[in-house]
């Protein structure tokens, strides 16, 4: 068993979930594409540049991905972390087909409760799980509930963000911490089951993605 998805504390819980939450707002992020570029030079993780989106073909032929690492451009194999990218990217696309779950007056009333500044950590993950309250109703009835949850905690952070760019480090933060006190071991099951089918079979069929789970 990978030791950074044995559990749901720790180092390895906050590098996946930082992970999967940065790939998934890193998809269609034209609102708040220059915050999310600082954000992510600023994480202890690696994250995935957007010209570095599609793979590099090389001299001889063969394909090679390549990614940023703490200021560096390197070589990347399928990683875990990769696989945590792709994840990301693809739960993405799934969360474009429940855009329209969310009420614009929801967003407006989640950002305005993050610009409090009186309001703990705490207090703000409450708001977040009452804002998923509300749009429970809307999960697609044959998709998981741990998917639907997942899914929709990413893209209510995605569209706070767009509403208010400024608030971005702050819905990030929280965020990732709701999904490690709640959602943590989906995700963590889910990173290992789609690294044991190698990845590629389960992740490229994303109309299954969008019914039940991606393995």
């Given at each position: 068993m990978d030791s950074e998805v044995s559990n749901g504390s720790g180092l390895g819980?906050?590098?996946?979930?930082n992970l999967l939450v940065f790939g998934f707002l890193r998809n269609n992020d034209r609102d708040f594409h220059q915050e999310l570029e600082v954000l992510g030079q600023e994480l202890p993780v690696q994250v995935y540049l957007e010209g570095d989106r599609e793979d590099e073909l090389q001299t001889d032929g063969s394909?090679?991905?390549?990614?940023?690492?703490?200021?560096?451009?390197?070589?990347?194999?399928e990683s875990q972390d990769e696989v945590i990218h792709n994840i990301a990217?693809?739960?993405a696309q799934a969360g474009d087909?429940?855009?329209h779950s969310i009420q614009p007056t929801l967003v407006r009333q989640l950002a305005a409760q993050f610009m409090n500044g009186s309001l703990s950590e705490e207090d703000k993950r409450n708001c977040l799980a009452k804002a998923l309250d509300e749009v429970k109703t809307s999960f697609p009835r044959d998709m998981e509930n741990d998917k639907a949850m997942l899914i929709m905690t990413m893209l209510l952070a995605k569209k706070v963000a767009s509403h208010a760019p400024s608030l971005l480090r702050d819905v990030f933060r929280t965020t990732v911490n709701f999904i490690n006190q709640n959602l943590f071991s989906y995700v963590r099951d889910l990173v290992r089951n789609v690294r044991m089918s190698d990845a590629s079979p389960c992740l490229l069929a994303y109309p299954i993605l969008t019914q039940q789970s991606l393995c």
């Open positions: 819980a906050e590098h996946i979930t394909r090679a991905s390549r990614s940023f690492y703490h200021g560096r451009i390197e070589p990347d194999s990217r693809h739960l087909e429940l855009d």
